[in-house]
């Protein structure tokens, strides 16, 4: 659309000049967890340490139990991601791919959810986990937060599975397999995509996942996940500067990197999403 | 009913039998997702209006029954109003620079001949993936008065002395508006470019042998063609901006004197902080700000739905019926 040669040049230089101060505050996060407090506070706008304080992370790994929280988070987010893919892949595959008396009704009643004014459904949640007993482990956040219908993945399978030739199954069936084999034979391996953009959409939703783990781990310090830590730690150690940027670069840094590694499955997940 | 198909099955042809046995493995299927489904989502939905007749300090049984009496007081709360505007602010201002601001962003990223386009996208879609409740915590520093954006403006003679930018009421807002507009452009620009994509490009080459320049083909061919995702894409805005609760409580708490305090901080500060609350837990109440919550969500979603959408609702139900009938075959 846009011709001349200078034209071009103009737009590279505002896409990289402003893509720079687009993400500058994650650069300042990740060379301020290297300095010193002292340094945090005085070396006013000034990027790079004097001397590279490594010993920050160890600390903020060790002293602080940002290692407890990483693996809480782990657990969590690793857990979740399986279970809410078991759950849309199987329903997908059922509402996409089988006939059956009652479908018509559930799918409505499927996309119906979305538009339910729900309340503010923490508070029964969190009295149910409790009263489930569930209140002292980390399944309790795991259960609250895979929990739901996942409305766009399980629209996303069963419009993958519908599309797919009858001739597949028909072949399986000859051979004598029945549904619960052709699921997980055929048809599951040949929904990797699928698979795949629930499992990274799902795993940055769940690590940045807030409301969920702080409610429920309120009176549980060691089961909380790296963003409900990050935040009683800054309350607990205010100026601790050094140390809150050491924190919230170990919470950052997975979900960026298998971002940058995995984003074609991810921006693919996101625009499907907005045109169905 | 599971059971009187299979001893009906018996005597039927074996097409039938292998039907049969289809639906009752997809009612296993579906077992899981609904039984999860009724226990997390349907019991607490129905609970959090059962609440909201009740005072209940969220201890001990539920048996102070007030009827309406909650609602009546949360409309002549002033703090309420407050955050409900505070979160109408909050909403709008988002959707106006971050749907604003991703469009051009998105027009520019779109042009075919543009080198490094992936590397400019992931770029900009960077914040997005990023806990949120982290960014609130980086950007309070960033922005505290002795913070890294004051610091730089002093440097470049820009101001005098620091801007109180979080604890001034007006200012506060405002930076909440721009964090969570920063925060997320990346997915409304994703959203334009899947819209961008999707406009044939014959058309761009028919608009240029007609010699319309650049503004004339982006003001009668661009932009009329967005028309229908645009009315998703602000959809989507507005209902996510009514989730503003991490950045909030991690930005600035709901600070100053409760000028930042949006709706859904509003609800939790009463349902778990008996501090910010009104000094003690009242979950009934809180319940009763989330139902008031969940019907605002529902106007706008309906309101706005029904007003740009209505027709590819049609259309929808078109292709569905489509579908169907493929299958049946």
């Known amino acids: 659309m846009i011709t001349t040669k200078s034209a071009r040049?103009?737009?590279h230089v505002f896409l990289l000049l402003f893509g720079i101060v687009w993400i500058y505050p994650f650069v300042w996060m990740v060379f301020s967890s290297l300095k010193t407090n002292k340094e945090f506070l005085t070396s006013g706008t000034k990027l790079i340490p004097e001397d590279f304080q490594w010993q920050n992370y160890s600390e903020a790994w060790i002293t602080a139990n940002f290692s407890g929280y990483f693996w809480n988070t782990v657990i969590f987010t690793v857990s979740?991601?399986?279970?809410?893919?078991?759950?849309?892949?199987?329903?997908?595959?059922?509402?996409?791919?089988?006939?059956?008396?009652?479908k018509k009704t559930i799918m409505i009643c499927v996309v119906a959810i979305m538009f339910i004014p729900k309340g503010y459904t923490i508070i029964p949640l969190f009295k149910l986990v409790n009263a489930m007993g569930l209140d002292n482990s980390i399944l309790g956040i795991i259960v609250a937060e895979s929990s739901g219908a996942h409305v766009l993945f399980i629209l996303m399978f069963a419009s993958f599975f519908a599309n797919l030739p009858k001739s597949i199954e028909e072949a399986a069936e000859i051979d004598g397999a029945g549904?619960?084999?052709?699921?997980?034979?055929?048809?599951?391996?040949?929904?990797?995509?699928?698979?795949?953009?629930?499992?990274?959409?799902?795993?940055?939703?769940?690590?940045?996942?807030?409301?969920?783990?702080?409610?429920?781990?309120?009176?549980?310090?060691?089961?909380?996940?790296?963003?409900?830590?990050?935040?009683?730690?800054?309350?607990?150690?205010?100026?601790?500067?050094?140390?809150?940027?050491?924190?919230?670069?170990?919470?950052?840094?997975?979900?960026?990197?298998?971002?940058?590694?995995?984003?074609?499955?991810?921006?693919?997940?996101?625009?499907?999403?907005?045109?169905? | 009913m599971e059971l009187s198909q299979k001893s009906t099955s018996k005597d039927t042809s074996n097409l039938k039998t292998l039907q049969k046995r289809k639906t009752i493995w997809a009612y296993i299927f579906l077992a899981p997702q609904i039984i999860v489904f009724f226990i997390f989502s349907a019991y607490p939905i129905v609970m959090s209006y059962v609440y909201s007749f009740y005072e209940w300090s969220g201890i001990g049984p539920l048996n102070d029954f007030i009827g309406l009496a909650n609602y009546q007081q949360l409309l002549t709360s002033g703090r309420f109003w407050?955050?409900?505007?505070?979160?109408?602010?909050?909403?709008?201002?988002?959707?106006?620079?971050?749907?604003?601001?991703?469009?051009?962003l998105a027009i520019i990223l779109n042009d075919q001949k543009l080198k490094s386009k992936g590397f400019y996208r992931a770029i900009y879609f960077l914040p997005v993936v990023t806990t949120t409740a982290i960014v609130g915590i980086i950007m309070g520093s960033i922005f505290g008065i002795n913070g890294f954006f004051n610091q730089l403006l002093v440097d470049f003679n820009i101001i005098d002395k620091p801007i109180p930018w979080l604890t001034d009421p007006v200012l506060a807002v405002i930076i909440l508006i721009v964090i969570g507009s920063w925060k997320g452009l990346g997915i409304n620009m994703v959203y334009w470019l899947a819209g961008l994509q999707s406009i044939p490009n014959e058309l761009y080459e028919s608009a240029q042998l007609d010699g319309a320049g650049?503004?004339?083909?982006?003001?009668?061919?661009?932009?009329?063609?967005?028309?229908?995702?645009?009315?998703?894409?602000?959809?989507l805005s507005l209902v996510s901006g009514i989730?503003?609760?991490?950045?909030?409580?991690?930005?600035?708490?709901?600070?100053?004197?409760?000028?930042?305090?949006?709706?859904?901080?509003?609800?939790?500060?009463?349902?778990?902080?008996?501090?910010?609350?009104?000094?003690?837990?009242?979950?009934?109440?809180?319940?009763?700000?989330?139902?008031?919550?969940?019907?605002?969500?529902?106007?706008?979603?309906?309101?706005?739905?029904?007003?740009?959408?209505?027709?590819?609702?049609?259309?929808?139900?078109?292709n569905k019926k489509k579908k169907g009938g493929v299958k049946a075959l």
């Not at chain 1, 979740?80 to 008396?101: C, H, K, N, Q």
């Not at chain 1, 919230?248 to 590694?261: G, K, N, R, Y």
């Open chain 1, 9 to 11: 040049v103009m737009i």
């Open chain 1, 80 to 102: 979740t991601v399986i279970i809410v893919i078991v759950l849309s892949s199987l329903t997908g595959y059922a509402l996409g791919r089988i006939d059956f008396p009652g």
């Open chain 2, 214 to 235: 650049f503004w004339a083909t982006l003001r009668h061919v661009t932009l009329p063609l967005l028309k229908p995702i645009a009315a998703v894409i602000i959809l």
């Open chain 1, 179 to 276: 549904v619960l084999t052709i699921f997980t034979k055929v048809m599951l391996p040949l929904s990797m995509p699928i698979v795949a953009t629930t499992a990274i959409m799902q795993f940055i939703w769940t690590w940045s996942s807030f409301l969920v783990p702080l409610v429920l781990t309120i009176s549980k310090p060691e089961l909380r996940t790296l963003a409900v830590g990050m935040e009683n730690f800054v309350q607990t150690y205010a100026v601790d500067f050094s140390g809150m940027a050491a924190g919230a670069t170990i919470s950052l840094l997975p979900v960026m990197i298998i971002f940058i590694i995995m984003q074609r499955y991810f921006i693919e997940g996101v625009a499907g999403a907005v045109k169905s």
């Open chain 2, 82 to 104: 407050n955050s409900a505007l505070v979160s109408i602010y909050y909403i709008l201002g988002t959707t106006l620079l971050g749907v604003g601001g991703a469009l051009i």
């Open chain 2, 243 to 318: 989730n503003a609760f991490d950045l909030v409580k991690t930005l600035t708490n709901g600070g100053p004197n409760f000028a930042t305090e949006t709706m859904d901080l509003f609800i939790y500060n009463y349902a778990f902080s008996s501090q910010l609350g009104g000094g003690q837990v009242r979950m009934g109440y809180a319940s009763a700000a989330g139902v008031l919550l969940g019907l605002f969500t529902f106007a706008i979603s309906m309101v706005f739905g029904a007003a740009s959408f209505g027709k590819q609702i049609i259309k929808l139900k078109g």
